[in-house]
């Protein structure tokens, strides 16, 4: 048949086989850049979805933040600055600064938007005054000190010091050896896994979608880098999860996609379930560290 029925009618067929031998697999067709971003080709994939649980995996980053310029704080600041960095950069975890368009980064917005209430930002201040202000110099600060942050964490040295900075901490206190822990977590991840993003979990693929759906929780919702996990945003931030998830909204699973443009070595989606196991364990284990630091228990 001419062009496109070719096409699309054997991509029905293709996915009707593999229904039958794999019911668990989502056969798709991607678009990918070809020679220059002008330019797209389109090639079969399959996408899996990942079993996780519902838990929040966030890492704080005002604990950091803190350490910035603390001398006593060097040998910690020293490992976070990589274990962000890797986070950031090879992970590609999502982050919560305003650059970032990160789902935290709304929560602040939504606290100094007019959100259809006000009709200016002057109505706004004239009904709550000082308090409005306040709470928006803070939004600001807050996003400052992200950026700040993010402007001394995001290097490539940082991650390639990651192996020799973990080898050589060397623990003071009970803190220290939990950090150091969740640290050799994040070091196995990238021995075994050096090539592999977590952005693969957040791209929607199969969904064929960029934007938010109403009635679906993303990934980057539940796992992310936040400013703090004790102060009224965060609070803000779980209420409006505990909203969604009460009202019976539907959570997008963590995601593996096989792309078949090339020989298959080894399967990926096998490759994937392992490595979000190994990724949201050290990574819970580094939020638990940083949420003590951030409750002030830097023992």
Known sequence: MAYPMNIGLSFIAARQQ???IKPDLTLVLVAQSYKDEKKYR???????????????????????QRMIGDRRQRQRLRLLDSLFAFLYRRVAFPYCGPDDSSYFDD???????????????????????????????????????????????????????????????????????????????????????????????????????????????FVDQIATFVWSDNDEFYSLYTQFLDDEMSSGCDQEPLQSVQVFDSPQAKDIHADYQEYYQLLLDAVGDLGAVLSRMDHGKCE
């Open 42 to 64: 389109a090639t079969l994939a399959t996408v899996q979805a990942e079993d996780t649980d519902i838990s929040l995996y966030n890492v704080p980053v005002r604990p950091y």
């Open 18 to 20: 593999l229904k039958a």
């Open 107 to 217: 929560i602040l917005s939504y606290t100094i938007d007019e959100d259809g209430i006000y009709a200016s930002e002057r109505d706004a201040e004239e009904e709550y005054g000082d308090h409005y202000k306040a709470a928006k110099r803070k939004v600001f600060d807050i996003r400052r000190l992200c950026l700040q942050s993010k402007k001394r964490f995001n290097h490539e040295y940082h991650v390639q010091q990651l192996s020799q900075r973990v080898n050589s901490f060397k623990p003071k206190s009970e803190l220290d050896q939990d950090l150091l822990i969740a640290a050799q977590k994040l070091v196995e991840v990238e021995c075994h896994f050096p090539h592999h993003s977590f952005k693969m979990a957040t791209d929607n693929h199969h969904l064929e979608i960029k934007d938010r759906a109403e009635g679906t929780i």
